[in-house]
């Protein structure tokens, strides 16, 4: 029996058990009654009515869209699993976590949150051939959070759904790694990620662009712990330069390489762009205040089309980079070479644009 039936069966035991102030009392409580019984039947209603949109974990877009059409959100993990469920017209309210968000994994409790509104972050892309940790310096506002764990889920678990969300929101696979062997150590001195002696470790690096920004995320996982990095630097205004010859310098001291940003072409074309004008100046910069320093030139295309095509390409628009060094520049022709890798050497799958996108680039090599 419902609660609404029993203040019903109530009302009528009291009017027929008292004449007078009992019925007063038996009306009142028919009237709550019958407020229960049409409160239970709204909500009813509204449950058959209220739409709910499911989206995987991470699936911004699917939010967005859900939330433009006054529907509530529910995230899901890889499993179908309700994670959490966000009222519609909640998005966009002010919050102290990062503006990309990267949800949790269902079951998580935050143990430490660190915002920094701008700071360089060491990103680790892979391991250099004497094993150490390869690291590329991003910048911006960078999020650190570390959640403890849910019992009796496997780091292989927990990592795939984080791996899960962060393609569904448009960013491509850097990096990954899974084990000590494979991972390497040295990961609290370099990434301040304290794994500890733990043999189960898995790591992912990812990145793309996401509206305006570009975000890069680094999560590692252990049995205990994971650790979720947010870095999130803002697309350049036009006319900027997109490097300097400080941040060139600093990571061909590091690594050997660097990617050169804030260099355009059009597209399948290697004639230089005028907006990568500030990215080469930086370069002769760099060679300026080095005079020892010998550069390789290397260009890098993705997959698509003829990869006899693509190579040529690569090597076509690695010479235009040095041309215009040379000419425009003064750097001296002797400190430089070029050579095209084509699609050889990716740096990230290419099955999605932010993949492709991270795969057409330059790079500088210390010779």
């Not at 709910?52 to 939010?63: F, M």
């Amino acid at each position: 029996m419902t609660p609404s039936h029993r203040l019903a069966c109530l009302a009528v035991v009291i009017s027929l058990a008292a004449p007078a102030a009992a019925q007063d009392i038996g009306r009142s409580l028919k009237r709550t009654a019958e407020r229960a019984v049409q409160s239970e039947v709204e909500r009813a209603v509204d449950r058959e009515v209220r739409r709910v949109t499911r989206c995987a974990l991470g699936d911004e877009r699917c939010a967005y869209e859900a939330e433009r059409r006054g529907e509530d959100v529910e995230y899901v993990d890889s499993r179908g699993r309700v994670v959490q469920q966000a009222p519609a017209g909640s998005r966009g309210q002010a919050a102290s976590g990062p503006a990309f968000r990267v949800l949790p994994y269902a079951g998580s409790n935050v143990r430490e949150e660190k915002v920094l509104a701008f700071d360089a972050y060491p990103f680790v892309v892979g391991r250099e051939s004497n094993g150490d940790l390869r690291t590329r310096t991003v910048e911006g506002r960078v999020t650190k959070t570390v959640y403890d764990n849910p019992s009796g889920r496997s780091t292989l678990e927990i990592l795939r759904n984080y791996e899960q969300a962060l393609l569904a929101q448009g960013l491509a696979r850097v990096y990954s790694c899974n084990g000590r062997r494979e991972c390497g150590s040295k990961w609290k001195e370099v990434a301040d990620i304290n794994v500890g002696v733990a043999g189960d470790i898995r790591y992912l690096a990812a990145e793309g662009r996401v509206g305006a920004s570009a975000i890069s995320v680094a999560v590692m996982v252990n049995p205990q712990r994971s650790w979720v990095y947010v870095v999130e630097a803002e697309a350049m205004q036009t006319g900027q330069a997109g490097v300097s010859a400080d941040e060139l310098a600093a990571e061909l001291a590091a690594s050997g390489a660097v990617r050169l940003d804030g260099i355009y072409f059009d597209t399948g074309k290697a004639t230089l762009k005028p907006e990568s004008g500030d990215s080469l100046a930086q370069v002769a910069e760099l060679m300026r205040r080095d005079p020892s320093l010998r550069l390789e030139i290397v260009g890098h295309t993705d997959d698509v089309g003829d990869a006899a095509a693509n190579q040529r390409l690569s090597e076509e628009r690695a010479l235009a980079v040095r041309s215009a060094l040379v000419i425009e520049h003064r750097v001296p022709d002797r400190r430089l070479r070029s050579r095209g890798a084509g699609e050889s050497e990716p740096v990230a799958p290419n099955s999605s644009e932010a993949g492709r996108a991270l795969n057409r680039r330059v790079e500088l090599v210390k010779q």
